[in-house]
Every structure is written in C-alpha cells, then in structure tokens.
C-alpha cells in the first residue's frame, strides 16, 4: 500500500469516526479509495475480501471500528 493511499483510508476514518461508530460499532470494516467497501464481523472475513476484490498489489484497508483506539499495524504482502 503506497503511504499516500494509506494516508487517504486513515483520514476517511478520523474525519467520519463518529457517524461510523454509530453505524458499525464493532465491525472491521473495509476500506478503499476513501470508501467502505463493506463491514463484516472478522477481520479475517475483512481481509479475505479485500484480496478477492483488489488482489495483493492493489490497496485496501481493514480497521475495526471501536471507540477504544486499537493497536494497528500495516503488513505488506510481498511477491
């Protein structure tokens, strides 16, 4: 995931916590391009269609939406 990419989803998110706090409260939601692709119950399920829809080269972001910050860490898949 390029850091400019990055940077976009972890905005999208910090701009619109709250409203996504109310509408997924614990969900690990899907991200891409600035948009919620879908929530899911999982981050397994999460990730799981994220390289389904973008495959391992595209960018695409799982973050749980909780209102205790979590402990987040970015992996990069490499080929």
């Known amino acids: 995931m390029s850091e400019k990419n990055l940077d ?3 905005n999208f998110i910090k701009e619109n916590k709250n409203k996504f706090l109310f509408e997924y409260p614990n ?14 119950d999982t981050y397994e399920k999460a990730a799981e269609e ?8 595209d960018n695409f972001l799982v973050y749980f ?15």
């Open 50 to 57: 994220g390289v389904r829809l973008f495959g391992l080269e």
């Open 65 to 79: 939406m909780t209102e205790n910050e979590p402990i987040n860490f970015v992996m990069e898949a490499l080929l």
């Open 27 to 40: 969900k690990y939601l899907l991200i891409s391009d600035g948009k919620i692709i879908n929530s899911f």
């Open 8 to 10: 976009v989803n972890i």
